[in-house]
């Protein structure tokens, strides 16, 4: 056996990212936490890595995923040395959806799913690099698919969006999932009218995408992304411009959530720039994206720019274009206070924030949940004990019937910030309620 050679892109990486050995190790252990591996890791490890040792093959993209962070920059497995499989075979778009939605249907396989990491070095393909013919996985079956087929589709996914508004995704994605594979794959491999044919691979992207959104309602946030993936390169090939610019616009949502500001600040702008011809309305939803995503990163003057932009063009349009991934006032006084919270002016976003509630459709009652509750959040950090807690106690009405995990913290974080409170008798009363809901969820 000859003697390994040292890992010289893995050292020029760790330099780049300014770490100690020690460093690198803890990031890779917090890591495996987030994606349910208990690691510990020390420097010892990572010095047997420079000197050449490959990691486990579970533990390589946890490397490769704590450098990207640190660097701020997509970082591949070449580049530290790490060795990858280009044996395997890739599969077709459909092969990999339906293998992606049995799995997501499966529910002893849940635990597998809510082990996918978020991954900032994640490769997004260029409008260039998704546009051609899909290749359908062979189901054997023979029919040739109409319009009806492609307003079933698109039909379904109002509804399964509807009860995601409603009731939060821990139920409907699910649905969406065996939809996917029962009904749209199907579709996807039959006989078709070109123009059909790219009806069809509009509507499946469409509810890749709804799929993919109600996966990070609930965590499973690498999940979300291959589902987001899988919605990018259905869009190319149907020549779906708007799909997948709202997709991209949604992966920006995703990654500002979770913090990683440069990350969404390019796919916000790579959403906006990939939409040649955006309505008032649609210019409004990628605009406002891109106000919050500067404003995550500090960048006061294009977030502002941004925002105003959002500002007018909202004011042009005219009525509610899609089922989701609209835009409207309320989701723009939404970002207007996010905005204004990453830039330090707390009262202002509560103000907007109040807008936002008092704007926003009675349908959506998860997002009541959430947005009441954040705004409690807010108005408690300046003060304003009582009205916080009257924000929670609504958000509480509605959290019965939601099942979502982003409701969930939003419960567990409001527990946690009512605790130096309950000498007061209002917010010991919210508290108190709260608590009652413990028997029924695993807040």
């Known amino acids: 056996m ?12 760790l330099v780049e990212a300014d770490w100690s050995q020690t460093q690198l190790a803890q990031a890779v252990n917090r890591l495996g936490r987030e994606c349910g591996m208990q690691l510990r890791y020390d420097n010892s490890a990572v010095s047997h890595w420079l000197d050449g040792t490959m990691p486990r093959e579970p533990v390589r993209p946890l490397v490769r995923e704590a450098l990207a962070r640190r660097c701020r920059r997509p970082v591949t497995f070449a580049e530290i040395g790490f060795a990858v499989d280009t044996s395997a075979s890739h599969a077709s778009t459909v092969e990999s959806l339906v293998d992606l939605g049995r799995l997501d249907m499966d529910p002893s ?9 978020f991954s900032v070095a994640l490769t997004i393909p260029d409008w260039q690099d998704v546009v051609g013919r899909v290749e359908a996985v062979q189901t054997g079956r023979a029919a040739r698919i109409g319009w009806n087929d492609v ?30 594979v029962n009904t749209v794959a199907p579709y996807l491999a039959a006989d078709a009218a070109q123009e059909v044919r790219k009806g069809m691979l509009s509507a499946a992207s469409d509810l890749c995408y709804l799929t993919g959104y ?33 997709t991209l616009r949604g992966m920006s949502v995703q990654a500002v959530d979770l913090g990683h500001g440069p990350q969404a600040q390019r796919l916000a702008d790579a959403a906006a720039a990939a939409s040649p011809q955006a309505g008032p309305r649609m210019r409004a939803f990628l605009a406002g994206q891109q106000a919050h995503s500067y404003a995550q990163i500090g960048d006061r003057s294009n977030a502002l720019h941004f925002m105003a932009q959002a500002e007018r063009a909202m004011d042009r349009a005219e009525s509610r274009e899609r089922t989701f991934g609209a835009y409207d006032p309320a989701a723009l006084n939404y970002h207007f206070s996010q905005v204004r919270f990453a830039l330090g002016d707390l009262a202002g976003s509560v103000d907007a924030m109040t807008e936002a509630n008092r704007l926003m459709c009675s349908t959506h009652r998860r997002t009541r949940v959430r947005e009441r509750a954040l705004l409690a959040e807010r108005q408690l950090r300046i003060g304003r ?10 958000a509480l009405d509605d959290y019965p019937l939601v099942q979502s995990g982003r409701c969930d913290d939003r419960v567990r ?9 309950l000498g007061h008798p209002v917010a010991r009363e919210v508290y108190d309620r709260s608590r009652m809901l413990r028997g029924t969820r695993t807040v």
């Not at 965590?219 to 869009?235: K, N, S, V």
């Not at 974080?413 to 409170?421: F, I, S, V």
């Open 151 to 180: 307003e079933t589709v698109t039909a379904m996914t109002e509804r399964i969006s509807d009860l995601d508004d409603q009731f939060g995704g821990r139920h409907a994605r699910p649905m969406a999932a065996s939809f996917l």
């Open 214 to 246: 109600m996966a990070v309602d609930e965590g499973l946030h690498g999940l979300a992304q291959t589902y987001y993936l899988r919605a990018l390169e259905l869009a190319g090939q149907a020549d779906d411009h708007l799909t997948y610019c709202t």
């Open 385 to 394: 004990l009582e009205e916080a807690c009257e924000n929670w106690d609504l």
């Open 2 to 13: 000859g003697a390994k050679c040292p890992n010289e892109g893995l050292r020029r990486v």
């Open 109 to 117: 396989r849940r635990g597998v799913l809510g082990a996918g990491l």
């Open 413 to 421: 974080d409001m527990r946690a910030l009512l605790r130096p409170h």
